[in-house]
């Protein structure tokens, strides 16, 4: 009888270690408490005045929305909220600006016996490989042109002095020009004056052509806004050679 005794109690023992162990493993186990996100609106808003007070819009804007968007109800977030509508419309509008001002190329270089400017802008529409050049010449001895080129193997369909359908933002208006006789595929504008004081005014130029190459008709699209007459340099005239 006592052998049975201690053999239960050694028995109740044991359980009460198990349990023991397996409440002690639950508790090391069991997962911490999530820890709040540090606020570090302060910190991200002293940046954001830096970024205004050097005038860095891009990155400005950046830092703003990341504060509206991670702390939509700090002091941070109240004072970004009076500024950064303006800073972005700032941004959107200078990088706007700057896109359209790099549509154009300028270039001063000797050309057949004598010096050219010139002004380039490439179609928006079509792009690619099928895009035409719309440029604007100075030459010391040729003068002022202003026409159409297409760099691949083929021109332009115009017979004799054709007309161009064109809009200059959207008002429509005609375009009167002539292939050269020498056979470069590109049209000339009889109007060259007429023709850059309307680029001058406009920010989008559509014409209407028919290129050699099957006879196809397209839409040329120029974004000419950031067209700037002081970066196209005059040439002056080559003098006379005496005889």
């Known amino acids: 009888m006592n052998q049975r005794l201690r053999l239960a109690a050694t028995t109740f023992g044991s359980l009460l270690a198990l349990a023991g162990c397996s409440q002690s493993g639950d508790q090391a186990q069991a997962p911490q408490q999530a820890q709040a996100p540090v606020d570090d609106s302060a910190g991200k808003l002293d940046t954001y005045r830096q970024l205004l007070r050097i005038n860095n819009d891009e990155m400005a804007v950046t830092m703003g ?8 109800n700090s002091a941070a977030a109240k004072e970004v909220q009076e500024t950064l509508p303006a800073i972005e419309k700032r ?3 200078n990088s706007e600006k700057n896109r359209l001002a790099g549509l154009w190329l300028y270039q001063v270089s000797p050309m057949a016996g004598g010096t050219q400017s010139t002004a380039t802008i490439y179609t928006s529409q079509p792009g690619g490989e099928n895009r035409v050049r719309l440029v604007l010449r100075r030459h010391t001895e040729w003068g002022q042109n202003a026409f159409l080129f297409n760099g691949g193997p083929h021109g332009f369909v115009c017979k004799g002095v054709c007309s161009i359908k064109a809009t200059f933002d959207g008002k429509p208006g005609t375009i009167s020009a002539f292939a050269p006789t020498t056979g470069e595929p590109a049209l000339l504008f009889k109007d060259d004056k007429g023709f850059i004081a309307q680029l001058e005014k406009a920010k989008k130029i559509t014409m209407d ?10 839409t040329l699209v120029f974004e000419t806004g950031g067209f700037d007459p002081s970066k196209w340099q005059a040439v002056s005239k080559s003098p006379a050679k005496k005889k």
């Open 65 to 72: 929305k990341e504060i509206l968007s991670r702390y939509p």
């Open 209 to 218: 052509v028919t290129l050699q190459d099957g006879e196809k008709k397209v």
């Open 91 to 93: 941004y959107i509008e």
